[in-house]
C-alpha cells in the first residue's frame, strides 16, 4: 500500500483520465469527480497534478471529503470498496470507483451519488 501513496498525483492522474476518455468521458468530468470527493476547486486540483505532490498525500490534505462519498459501494480490483480498513486506501478507491462508473457511461448525477434524490426519498 505504501508504494500507492508515495506514488506521484502527476502520474497516476493522467491514467484516470486516459481510462475516462478511452470510454468516451473527458477530463473536465473527472476533475468533476475528483473535486467533489476531495472538495478541491478545479484550480488547486490542476495546481497540485502540475506538481510534486504524492497520490497520498493529496487524499491526506483534502480540504473537505465529501461526506457523500462513504454511498459509494462496489468493487475495484475485486476488492469492495466499503470494505477497505485503512482509510488512506479507501479514500484512493474512492476514486478509482468513480472513474470506473464514468467510464461504464453512468450518468454523472448517480456518479456523484446526488444528494437531492437521496433527501426526496425521505
Given at each position: 500500500?505504501?508504494?500507492?501513496f508515495q506514488m506521484e498525483l502527476k502520474k497516476v492522474y493522467p491514467l484516470l483520465v486516459a481510462k475516462a476518455?478511452?470510454?468516451?468521458?473527458?477530463?473536465e468530468e473527472v476533475?468533476?469527480?475528483?473535486?467533489?470527493?476531495t472538495g478541491y476547486s478545479r484550480e488547486e486540483l490542476t495546481a497540485l497534478v502540475e506538481s510534486d505532490i504524492t497520490?497520498?498525500?493529496f487524499f491526506r490534505s483534502a480540504p473537505a471529503p465529501n461526506p457523500s462519498r462513504k454511498l459509494i459501494t462496489g468493487s475495484v480490483c475485486g476488492v469492495r470498496v466499503e470494505t477497505i480498513e485503512d482509510p488512506l486506501m479507501q479514500e484512493i478507491r474512492y476514486l478509482d470507483k468513480l472513474?470506473?462508473?464514468?467510464?461504464?457511461?453512468?450518468?454523472?448525477?448517480?456518479?456523484?451519488?446526488n444528494e437531492?434524490?437521496?433527501?426526496?426519498?425521505?
Open positions: 500500500m505504501e508504494k500507492v476518455e478511452k470510454k468516451g468521458r473527458t477530463r476533475d468533476q469527480v475528483t473535486c467533489w470527493l497520490y497520498g498525500e472513474v470506473d462508473e464514468l467510464a461504464k457511461g453512468r450518468a454523472m448525477e448517480k456518479v456523484l451519488r437531492h434524490r437521496n433527501a426526496r426519498k425521505g
